[in-house]
């Protein structure tokens, strides 16, 4: 993920037409920063994700799912945010 943020800071507020096909590309491996197996990475996906929504005009579908994915995670108390949280 560390890689991939990097590109994504790279590309920070240019390109914006790619932004769309990132998002269709990086959908999994984000997914996979909210499990138990990814959860090292989940700051890094946290990054990502907010670049990918910092550089668009509108929230898309595939980002409204972090946004259940993240609660889901703090409600059900899945351990994948808690240094997050106070």
Request: proline share 3%; aromatic share 10%; net charge negative.
């Amino acid at each position: 993920m560390t890689a991939i943020r990097r590109v994504l800071k790279s590309i920070s507020g240019k390109y914006k037409e790619l932004y769309p096909q990132l998002e269709e590309i990086l959908e999994e491996p984000l997914k996979f920063t909210f499990t138990e197996e990814g959860s090292m990475s989940v700051e890094e996906g946290i990054t990502c994700i907010s670049e990918l929504l910092y550089n668009q005009d509108s929230v898309s579908e595939k980002m409204w799912t972090f946004y259940c994915i993240i609660i889901d995670s703090l409600l059900n108390n899945r351990g994948v945010l808690e240094e997050f949280v106070p």
